[in-house]
């Protein structure tokens, strides 16, 4: 296998974006990662997306994207792993280039969720539960995570209040990141005070629904520096997978595909939890943030949600999370997520996060979460410069 780095990122702001269709918001991302990388042609194209047949009555996206940015011609497909698909986009691209399969690979997500209303999107989204055993019986995404969330509490004697860092810590961080949905600070008050969505969750433990799309180019990493000082190495490419069903897990509350997913990039990079600099956690919902920096090894068990009242996933934290907004201060177009989080860590990485940059970052590591965590993939990236 060959090693292999990215080589340019790109990005639009997150939003509602009425303006641009689902073909406008990739173009945009994946042609400013090629202006970045300084490459006018690629070998292939992994697009990561969820929900455009649902919402935008769109699919056959790969060949739909490629063709739109100048690419026509070459190979494209799409790529779906429900909320983890920018991250399953982009594990398709690093096997290719690291198998020698392609030299110069694109990997964008992209999703456009705002065309519809609340109850269209929140059934789309209810596709990546188990559509026997949860969706038809009424339990939309949400309500799966309340149900977590409220057996969390119970367990390990948490009030809800107590989860409000980690919202304040993302909308904090969200105030330096000018492609954030949400650039606004929160306070203690305003989070106990939302709207309740499904108890125990408010709306302040719940990521946004999204448009917005992200790119990366990639290529070997003994080729990097033909395109760019400021390639980063991607040390590591882990998937694992669980039970879609949370009943059918043996202990709801650990979740083995993050564990699992994490161990195997550790054991990839050579390195352990102690050295990564920042971690892009999947905080769809406070309660995932606090299970996932738990099964990754932060923190012990039920003590995830100490972390963040501690301040150690600040930006001066012991391992800050969120560092750009995440999903709660950027916003969560799905199948774009896993991608905005690896732009965000290689922005870490080069030095270029301005005001939210964390001092001496060299290992960056991004986990993007399908499902309830039936889906978990994990990357380790790491600065060369």
């Known amino acids: 296998m060959r090693d292999v780095s990215i080589i340019g990122i790109g990005q639009t702001k997150v939003g509602e974006h009425w303006d641009k269709s689902l073909r406008h918001l990739a173009g945009e991302a994946v042609l400013a990662a090629m202006r970045d ?31 739109f940015v100048g690419l026509r011609g070459i190979e494209a497909v ?12 982009l594990r398709q ?48 995404f949400v309500a799966i995570n309340a149900l977590l969330m409220r057996r969390y509490m119970y367990e390990f004697g948490w009030k809800h209040e107590d989860f409000a860092a980690f919202a304040i810590n993302a909308h904090k961080n969200a105030v330096g990141n000018p492609h954030a949905m949400f650039p606004k600070p929160i306070t203690v008050e305003r989070y106990e005070q939302a709207r309740m969505i ?13 448009d917005g799309a992200a790119a990366v180019v990639l290529c070997p990493t ?24 949370v009943h059918d897990r043996p202990d709801p509350l650990f979740l083995q595909a993050v564990y699992l997913s994490a161990r195997k ?3 990839q990079a050579g390195i352990s939890p102690q050295d990564i600099d920042l971690f892009e956690a999947h ?31 600040t930006l001066e934290g012991r391992i800050p999370i969120s560092t750009m907004g995440g999903l709660k201060g950027r916003g969560h177009p799905v199948g774009a997520t896993g991608i905005y989080q690896v732009v965000e860590v290689v922005q870490q990485l080069r030095g270029q996060a301005g005001a939210n940059q964390i001092k001496d970052a060299h290992w960056g590591m991004a986990q993007n979460i399908g499902g309830s965590g039936a889906t978990v993939i994990t990357h380790i990236l790491e600065a060369l410069s």
């Open 265 to 267: 990039a550790y054991r």
């Open 222 to 245: 003994e080729q990097a520096r033909a395109f760019t000082d400021n390639a980063v190495r991607i040390a590591a490419s882990a998937v694992a997978t669980d039970a879609l069903a």
């Open 283 to 313: 905080d769809a919902f406070t309660i995932m943030a606090a299970l996932s920096l738990e099964a990754c090894g932060f923190a012990e068990r039920g003590q995830g949600v100490r972390l963040a009242q501690e301040g150690e996933i």
């Open 78 to 89: 799409k790529v779906e792993a429900a909320c983890a698909s920018g991250a399953a986009a």
């Open 37 to 67: 990388a300084s490459i006018e042609m690629a070998d292939s194209l992994y697009v990561g997306n969820m929900l455009s047949g649902e919402i935008a009555a769109q699919e056959h996206l790969g060949a739909l994207v490629a063709d």
């Open 93 to 140: 691209a690093y096997i290719a280039v690291a198998g020698g399969m392609a030299d110069v690979v694109i990997a964008c997500g992209v999703e456009k969720m705002t065309d519809e209303v609340g109850d269209v999107v929140t059934a789309a989204l209810a596709l990546a539960s188990d559509g026997e055993y949860e969706t038809f019986h009424g339990l939309s």
């Open 198 to 210: 499904a108890d125990p969750i408010n709306l302040m433990d719940s990521s946004p629904i999204a």
